[in-house]
């Protein structure tokens, strides 16, 4: 009866009319050679039509009420903007020039991409009517914080948002609300047990931080929320851009981005980027060779029609391994950041990874399009890691008065075996239109998603590192001593290591974890619009099938399915300023062995959110207030270092905050971002009493950041540029939680302080992140996991970049 009453509710929902008149706006795109711009994305009252210029660069809208109206281009090459009022049949012509101003990412442009979602989240209107606290982080921004990775500090343009450090040389873990957050490329879903790998932001156009459960927006996502990487397209324009830039810890980086017509009609487009790293780490004997490959096409069939293909192959190569915890007895911060249980004598761990995307865009009419779009994703890891074995430190002198006998931080290394193989294949199919039944507007969503994932990996100990030689001090077992207070490195020889034997394959080695998981979905939605669109009631439905099969099930099928309702209004206090109220679920089902034996349970998430958000200075700059109460079930967290590849699930855990974001540009001088979180997430149900009250791993209680850029836009030093930083985060959660000790005891704080200058083609930027060079640091308590000692790793070193970019 429930599910005949909501789909019931979609269709007869009740709206009114509002007569209209006959208005216009039309007018046409060109660059600075006054040839026309085709397919550029044309926005009207920030989002509440859109369209798309045709093969002569023309746009229009129509059937225009009598009233104010603020139209501008989605493109960092068009800063104008241009406001006007429609008058009856008043038909109004406006054009639109693109320039060259942005070629180099620089911060004296004031056109802003934070208001206006990509193609790939399926909306097609601004955020500012979009009844969800979504963020969106530009080139601008990346640019400008000279973020290189996805491990590299993004969660700080985004509130509430916090890059877990575990495992970031192979892929990465960012919470969003307390919860482990779904990575999506494109819009589709390429979350992993293992990967995919971290992004390298070479190819990345811009990434946008959608919170709460978005399972109807997205499918099969995390309640937390999801971050969608967008991979640059062709464009058209001709402009190619080298950079290189240098820094700290023998950082070398060079990257290439060239976009091209390549046919005479200019209906065939291409675009190929370039990456090569070569970088170093705090830790000694930790550094990482990468590189990135990816060409592609777009093709523009006719006015209406165009596909896209893409292919990326990213390789990274790092020595040290996973080895980057740091051990102490007495309490955090007590060891040197330099530290590391790895040797030189350990060879690097092999990551690699190959994506293909295609996408097919059609527009039917003004009215209705059609897209579909699917990738395949293989992620592969082959490697070692030098580790301390468990709980084998000595805490303190067992024989104090001897020369025999352990002494306090003497401890055993294993080599452990890090090899894992993650594919997604996902797939897409969505439509989004509009029309009318009687005096109804009805604005539909509907669409199928599809995806196999396919995961089995090998985290084995070799063994313990041992000098049959008797020449480097050895316990009675012969296993090698190695001090966390006087570390000796290099003296180490491959016939100490353990042998290990790659002649069985991957899949029979990691049995024990394999696992295959496959879902489908059909989603509907439909927003009708009073009051002259002031007002928005929307409805919506997703059903999800999954089936799934792993070693935890012994092998058998598990299959689950639900229904997860989605219900927001929208009001529209101003053209400037709405307010939203949100209830949205998610079902996700979760792929894991848990310590003990047995297959995770589906989690499923529930959230109840308002907010308020407005734009200001003709809409550069936008403002989020966000109060919200998100309860997720079966939680499935890593069981820690002792039990590698393995989960615990804990009954339930709610989330409930505030959040605060301003992201934009105020004028040509000035770009500012600021934002600031109160999450309170901790597990309310649990089979194990003790964990009740335990504040969830991905969490602080106050995270705040900040970063500003002042740009001299006129005048002999125009181009030159100033900007500063922060990141704070206080009561910050311990992982995981032990009794008594919530939070760990020191806040992270780190300032960043930057310079610029632009002349012509030419830009160069110097950034020096942690300027006071402070002891950031992420870590766990005696007692986690069962560990006898302090674990840490050290974040945010101090370390500056130098950047020199040309485009021509």
């Not at 700290?248 to 060239?258: C, E, F, Q, V």
């Not at 407005?614 to 998100?630: D, I, Q, S, V």
Request: aromatic share 12%; glycine share 10%.
């Amino acid at each position: 009866m429930l599910k005949k009453k909501i789909l019931l509710g979609l269709i007869v929902l009740p709206a009114m009319a509002w007569a209209q008149n006959n208005g216009s706006i039309n007018g046409k795109v060109t660059d600075k050679d006054n040839k026309a711009v085709a397919n550029a994305k044309v926005v009207l009252n920030e989002g509440e039509q859109t369209t798309y210029t045709n093969s002569l660069g023309e746009y229009k809208f129509e059937n225009l009420s009598s009233g104010s109206y603020y139209i501008n281009i989605d493109d960092l090459e068009i800063v104008d903007s241009y406001s006007f009022k429609i008058d009856g049949d008043e038909k109004i012509t406006y054009n639109f020039t693109k320039s060259n101003s942005y070629e180099l990412s620089t911060a004296n442009v004031i056109a802003n991409r934070t208001t206006i979602p990509s193609s790939t989240l399926r909306l097609g209107e601004s955020l500012l009517v979009t009844p969800q606290n979504i963020q969106v982080i530009d080139q601008r921004l990346l640019n400008d914080q000279m973020i290189f990775t996805s491990a590299e500090g993004l969660s700080r343009n985004v509130s509430g948002v916090r890059t877990i450090l575990h495992q970031e040389e192979g892929s990465v873990g960012i919470a969003v609300r307390g919860f482990q957050a779904s990575n999506l490329r494109n819009g589709m879903d390429v979350s992993g047990s293992f990967g995919p790998l971290r992004e390298d932001m070479s190819f990345v156009d811009r990434v946008e931080f959608v919170k709460g459960p978005a399972g109807f927006m997205m499918g099969n996502t995390r309640p937390g929320g999801f971050y969608n990487i967008v991979t640059k397209k062709p464009m058209g324009n001709n402009k190619k851009t080298v950079q290189m830039t240098l820094g700290s810890y023998n950082l070398y980086r060079a990257t290439a981005d060239i976009d091209q017509t390549l046919s005479k009609d200019g209906k065939l487009l291409g675009r190929l980027n370039l990456m090569g790293t070569k970088k170093g780490n705090v830790q000694q004997y930790t550094e990482n060779e990468q590189f990135v490959v990816n060409p592609s096409l777009k093709y523009n069939i006719s006015d209406d029609t165009n596909v896209t293909v893409e292919y990326i192959y990213s390789q990274n190569n790092f020595a040290g391994g996973f080895s980057k915890y740091i051990y102490g007895i007495d309490g955090f911060r007590d060891i040197k950041k330099s530290f590391t249980f790895s040797d030189p004598i350990v060879d690097p761990t092999r990551s690699w990874e190959h994506n293909v995307y295609g996408t097919l865009n059609h527009n039917f009419n003004a009215d209705w399009l059609l897209t579909a779009q699917f990738g395949y994703i293989r992620s592969e890891m082959e490697g070692s890691s030098l580790y301390a074995s468990f709980n084998t430190i000595a805490l303190a002198d067992n024989l104090p008065d001897t020369k025999s006998g352990p002494k306090k931080g003497d401890v055993i290394r294993n080599l452990s075996i890090g090899d894992a193989l993650n594919t997604s294949t996902v797939g897409q199919v969505f439509t989004r239109g509009k029309f009318k039944t009687g005096s109804v507007n009805h604005n539909i969503l509907a669409g199928v998603d599809m995806g196999k994932k396919f995961y089995v990996a090998d985290w084995s100990i070799a063994g313990t590192i041992k000098d049959p030689s008797g020449k480097l001090p050895t316990n009675d077992k012969g296993e090698v001593i190695f001090n966390i207070y006087n570390p000796i490195y290099g003296n180490l020889t491959k016939d100490m290591l353990p042998t290990y034997d790659r002649s069985k394959s991957l899949r029979e080695r990691g049995a024990m974890y394999l696992s295959n998981y496959s879902y489908t979905s059909f989603h509907i939605q439909d927003e009708v619009r009073f009051l002259e669109d002031k007002l928005r009631i929307a409805a919506g439905v997703r059903y999800t099938s999954t089936n799934k099969e792993s070693a935890a099930s012994q092998g058998r099928q598990v299959k689950n399915n639900a229904f997860t309702p989605r219900f927001s209004v929208t009001g529209l206090i101003t053209p400037t300023f709405t307010v939203y109220a949100l209830y949205d679920e998610t079902f996700e089902e979760q792929v894991g062995v848990l310590v003990g034996g047995g297959a995770a349970d589906p989690s499923k998430g529930k959230n109840k959110e308002i907010g308020v958000k407005k734009t200001w200075f003709g809409g550069r700059l936008m403002t989020n207030l966000t109060a919200y109460h998100l309860t997720k079930t079966n939680i499935l967290t890593s069981a820690g270092a002792e039990f590698p590849g393995m989960s615990e699930q804990s009954g339930e855990a709610v989330s409930k905050g505030i959040e605060f974001d301003l992201n934009g540009s105020i004028n040509k001088n000035w770009n500012i971002m600021f934002n600031y979180a109160y999450t309170d997430a901790k597990i309310t149900k649990d089979n194990d009493p003790t964990k009740i009250g335990g504040m969830l791993y991905g969490t602080a209680r106050h995270i705040s950041n900040a970063w500003i850029k002042y740009t001299i836009a006129e005048g002999e030093l125009e181009g030159l540029g100033f900007s500063a930083g922060y990141e704070y985060q206080a009561k910050r959660a311990v992982w995981p939680v032990v009794k008594d000790h919530k939070f760990l005891p020191d806040d992270l704080f780190s300032i960043d302080l930057g310079m610029s200058y632009q002349k012509n083609n030419y830009q160069i930027s110097l950034l020096v992140n942690n300027v006071t060079d402070r002891y950031n640091y992420v870590g766990f308590y005696p007692g986690a996991w069962g560990y006898s000692h302090y674990g840490w790793r050290v974040v945010n070193p101090i370390g500056f970049k130098v950047n020199l970019a040309y485009t021509f």
